[in-house]
Structure formats: C-alpha cells, structure tokens
C-alpha cells in the first residue's frame, strides 16, 4: 500500500517568515502533485513534478521532487496571509490510471 | 466555463436514515472520482469511473454505499443508512483521461 506521510501537520507563523513542508514516502511515483484547498472548497493544483530532482517555482512558492522520486518538499518565501490554507500533496502510481494517493496535509495559517 | 457543480452542498441527517449527492462534471470530462474526506485529512478516493463504467470501487463500502454515472455524464453518490462515522466532506472531481483532476467544492456531510 502507497502512504505518503507530510509534515509538519500544522503551521502557524507570522507574514513574511519561510516555511518548508515535506511529503514523504517508502514508494516509488511517477509523478507528484500540490495541491491547496481553502476552507468550504475543493483542493487546486498548484504544480505537478515528474522528473527525479525536478524543480519548480510559482511565484514565493518552489516545489522540489525528490531524486528518487519518493519525497517531495514545497517551500514558502515571505509567507502571506493570503497563503493560508491546507496544503495536499498527492502522488500518481506508475499504473497509468489517474489514481491518487493523497497525504494528509499541512494545515498553514499565516498571520498578519 | 462552469467547473465540477455539487449538490447540495451542505447536508444534515439523522443516522440510519439514506442520503444523496449529486456532481455535474466539467463538459467533456470522462473520468469522474468521488472521494471522502476527513477534517484536516487528504481526501481518499472512493469510487473512479471512466464514462460510465466503474473502473475503480475498491475503497467504496459497498454494504451501504452506492454509485451510479447511467448515461457517463453526472453520478449520484448514495449512503443507505447513514452512520455516525459517515460525517465528513465528500469531493467529486473530473478529468480528461488521466489528466488534471479539478475538484468540486464539496458536500459537507453531517450526521445526527
């Protein structure tokens, strides 16, 4: 059975600090996603990675996956109250199916 | 253009009584995933289909939970009877294949 275990859990800091989230796992993706859901809605995708190693940045936020592909981290600059929020990660099997395995989430809430 | 509708959005019963939720996919998507998910936890998939046949039910209770997708366009997720355990927010979501999945906002599920 595929896990992916993500911490930490919870989050508060005050604007304008740095915060890493990890997600980690025993197994093997081909491809791992980010998502941030707001309160009363369903998650959003931020970034997919797919490549051991690959990194990538949407604006304050950059999504590092894993060489072995089994980890993936999402790093916050200068965090902003409008980043609050529950952040997913979520990776794909190498079945082809569409089928995710989500982590249970880090819950960031960024104070003013 | 509309994104993935749910209805109703939020729903209160008593337990052992029957419930049902409705999702309206984006138009053109054939994949459709009903998911579970706990307060401040990742969602889990319950049900996958691929227009209307269900590829994937591994992970739904099938003693009291039920799926249907007739014509593989909108799907009825149904729990008969409810229990105190089913409380929770109950996502459906909607692809291209096996592409980005976009989330509806939910049904929030309490029961009595």
């Known amino acids: 059975t595929q896990l992916l275990e993500q911490s930490p859990q919870f989050l508060s800091i005050q604007e304008g600090e740095n915060l890493t989230v990890y997600c980690n796992s025993s197994s093997v993706f081909s491809s791992l996603q980010w998502y941030r859901q707001e309160p009363g809605e369903g998650p959003v995708l931020l970034v997919t990675?797919?490549?051991?190693?690959e990194v990538k940045k949407l604006k304050r936020l950059t999504f590092q996956f894993g060489d072995a592909r089994k980890d993936s981290s999402l790093h916050i600059t200068a965090a902003q109250p409008g980043d609050t929020g529950l952040y997913l990660c979520?990776?794909?099997?190498?079945?082809?199916?569409?089928?995710?395995?989500f982590g249970q989430g880090t819950t960031l809430q960024v104070k003013p | 253009e509309a994104g993935v509708v749910q209805s109703p959005r939020y729903k209160i019963i008593e337990k052992k009584q029957p419930v049902a939720f409705w999702c309206n996919p984006i138009?053109?998507?054939?994949?459709l995933y009903w998911y579970l998910q706990n307060l401040g936890q990742g969602p889990e998939l319950l049900i996958r289909y691929e227009n209307e046949e269900a590829v994937d039910d591994s992970q739904l209770p099938k003693d009291r939970f039920s799926a249907e997708r007739l014509k593989g366009v909108d799907s009825t997720l149904k729990i008969q009877p409810a229990e105190l355990g089913d409380s929770a927010v109950y996502l459906c979501a909607s692809s291209l294949g096996q592409g980005e999945q976009f989330f509806g906002p939910g049904t929030r599920l309490t029961v009595l």
């Open positions: 990675v797919v490549t051991g190693g």
């Open positions: 979520a990776g794909a099997g190498s079945s082809n199916t569409g089928k995710l395995i």
């Open positions: 138009s053109g998507h054939n994949t």
